[in-house]
C-alpha cells in the first residue's frame, strides 16, 4: 500500500477508523477522491472528522496532487479547520462556502468549488491565487449582490472561467485588466428575466476571449434577445469570440465532472 498513488472512490464513512487515520501513512499518495454521507451519532462522526483530517495534513505536506471531496459529509470540518494542501496542483471540493484556507493553494492549477453561494470576498480570495489556470465555480442560491471580478489582484494566468448559477439571475462584472488571459468564458443554468437583464459589453474588458459558452433558463423571446445581446457584443470584440448558445437544464453532478443534458433550442416546445 506505500507504494499506491491513486485512490479514488471511497466511501470514507463507511471504512473503519483504522483506515481514516491510516491514510496519512500513504506517502506517495498523489490522488486521492473521497465521498460519502454522514450515517453515525455526533460522537462517532467527530472522531472520524478528526481522522481524516489529520491525514489530510500528513497527505498535504507529502506528495498529494489531486483532491477531490463530494457529497455533504466534510463540508463543516473542511470549513473549521485549516489545511496545508500547499503542493495541491488540482482540487474539487462540495462546501457551504469558500474555505479561507483555500488562499493557501499556491501551487494549484484547476479548482472546482460547489458552494452554497459565492460572494465578492470569494473572488477575491480565488483571484489571488497565482498559478489558476481553470476555475469551475458552481453556487445553490442567488449571491443577492453584484459580483465583480477585480480588485487588488484579479485571475492573472486564468484560461477557463466555468460559472454555474443553479437556475437564478447574475449579476458579474469583469473589471478591465483582470482575467487578461481568459479564452474560454463559460455561463451555465442563468436564469434570463429580461432581453436586457444581462450586461454583455462586460466582456470587452477580457482581451484574449475566444469561446463564450452560455446555457440559459427563460422564456423563449426573452432567451433569443439575450442571445442576440450576446452575438452583438462578441462581434464588436477585437477577438470576435465564438458564441456557443444552448436553452438547458442541466442535471448535473458538478464537481464528479459528470454533466448530463437534454437540450431544447429556443423557438421550439417541449
Not at 443577492?144 to 471580478?149: A, D, M, N, S
Not at 468564458?185 to 476571449?209: A, H, Q
Not at 450576446?230 to 442541466?250: I, S
Request: aromatic share 6%; charged share 20%.
Amino acid at each position: 500500500m506505500q507504494a499506491l498513488e491513486t485512490l479514488k472512490h471511497v466511501s470514507i464513512y463507511k471504512q473503519p477508523l483504522d483506515f481514516q487515520w491510516g491514510l496519512g501513512q500513504l506517502k506517495n499518495l498523489r490522488n486521492l477522491r473521497l465521498f460519502g454521507h454522514v450515517e453515525f451519532g455526533t460522537e462517532v462522526m467527530e472522531e472520524c472528522h478528526k481522522a481524516i483530517l489529520s491525514s489530510l495534513h500528513k497527505l498535504g505536506t507529502q506528495n498529494l496532487r489531486s483532491l477531490i471531496i463530494s457529497d455533504d459529509c466534510y463540508n463543516m470540518c473542511l470549513l473549521q479547520e485549516p489545511l496545508s494542501l500547499e503542493k495541491l496542483i488540482e482540487c474539487s471540493l462540495e462546501v457551504p462556502q469558500v474555505p479561507t484556507w483555500v488562499s493557501s493553494l499556491r501551487n494549484v492549477q484547476q479548482l472546482c468549488l460547489h458552494v452554497e453561494r459565492v460572494e465578492q470576498n470569494d473572488l477575491c480570495i480565488l483571484g489571488a491565487l497565482p498559478t489558476l489556470l481553470i476555475l469551475h465555480l458552481s453556487e445553490e442560491e442567488d449571491s443577492k449582490e453584484k459580483l465583480t471580478v477585480g480588485g487588488a489582484v484579479g485571475f492573472q494566468f486564468l484560461r477557463i472561467f466555468i460559472y454555474i448559477a443553479s437556475s437564478h439571475p447574475v449579476d458579474l462584472k469583469f473589471v478591465a485588466g483582470f482575467m487578461p488571459k481568459l479564452e474560454t468564458l463559460v455561463l451555465m443554468s442563468l436564469r434570463v428575466l429580461e432581453g436586457d437583464s444581462l450586461d454583455f459589453g462586460i466582456i470587452k474588458n477580457l482581451p484574449c476571449l475566444s469561446t463564450i459558452k452560455w446555457v440559459v433558463e427563460g422564456d423563449n423571446d426573452i432567451v433569443e434577445a439575450a442571445n442576440t445581446a450576446m452575438e452583438r457584443a462578441a462581434c464588436a470584440h477585437p477577438n470576435h469570440p465564438t458564441v456557443l448558445f444552448t436553452v438547458d437544464r442541466l442535471p448535473r453532478d458538478v464537481c464528479s465532472g459528470r454533466i448530463y443534458r437534454t437540450s431544447q433550442k429556443p423557438g421550439t416546445r417541449e
